[in-house]
């Protein structure tokens, strides 16, 4: 019902996660109003991602050049990598301020249901790598497939001379306990510390 | 903290509606795991919607020719007229394949609060076309400033001999009336019919 056009950019939008007809086709008759600059800059950043970004060679981590800015950070601590899952855990922790060592992107997690094996994950450049570390911290979400590469990696890793290391897990700051899951309340009550 | 061109197409995501830096964080992710394919796809969609895409010089609906395909049907009645806010309304009205006359879309609806004002509007193409027309149905939303609108609407065309309607407000299909609000319950009322 809508001309060709539109149509054709409705259903660009609806590639995008989440995103139905109604919201695509809200997303798409606001391109109309937008003036020319705007779309062009839309533009430009679409042909940009495909062409100026890159994994990181040693970490797998999102960049513009061969290496990304943590690893080529000099001040950062080589000898303590912390494995991630994706990109988006490294924006969410750098957020942080307080981690300084480096990190290890996965890209992906082992699933038995999506079919996902350890050799489809980014494992095999961090085994080249953590020779020359001291600590290896875990940081996979603690789900299903997140706990699995963990005990995965940790396994993995047993043979070497390294400490591995797993993020704790328990009841988030500010959270309540009456809202909080059995397994949440267990992990809490396993990983409890002296005051 | 992410590499530039990857920030750019976050900020040009979050000019969509009701998309914040996450879900915007989202999107640019998806679409580096994209084929160059779809990406090329969706540049060229968001090229031809500046270039393809006019507004119908009759009825001021969206199209790509000078006069939209609901104007251009010769089947179509001529001689009535429904009045709408946007585009989006004329699709959903001739979803229902139940409407044979033709619209006009009025961009926007009168507002005091945004400012617009009837001049802003589609209005005077609408006055310039209704007097070879019988019926002029105004179906804005019922909305304080739908409601205005229409009212202005059959003000100006009082003076002219053409039966003004408005579209039916009352209980949704499937609605229940203990969830609709009082408004919708007096017009229902008022609107009753008999069986």
Known sequence: ?????????????????????????????????????????????????????????????????????????????KKQILVVQSSKDVIALEKTLEYHGVYHVLKGLISQTKGILPEDLNIKSLLDRVDDAEEVIIATNPTLEGETTALYLDKLLSSKNILTTRIAHGIPMGGHLDYADELTLIKALEGRKKM
């Not at 391109?31 to 839309?42: A, C, G, L, Q, S």
């Not at 040693?58 to 001040?75: A, F």
Request: proline fraction near 3%.
């Open 1 to 77: 019902m809508y001309p060709e056009t539109l149509t054709k950019l409705i259903d660009c939008f609806m590639m995008l996660p989440g995103v139905g007809s109604k919201t695509a086709e809200r997303y798409a008759l606001l391109m109309i109003e937008k003036d020319e600059e705007e779309i062009t800059r839309f533009i430009e950043a679409l042909k940009d991602i495909k062409t100026k970004i890159h994994e990181c060679k040693i970490c797998g981590n999102l960049c513009e050049d061969e290496e990304c800015l943590v690893c080529r950070d000099k001040t950062r601590n």
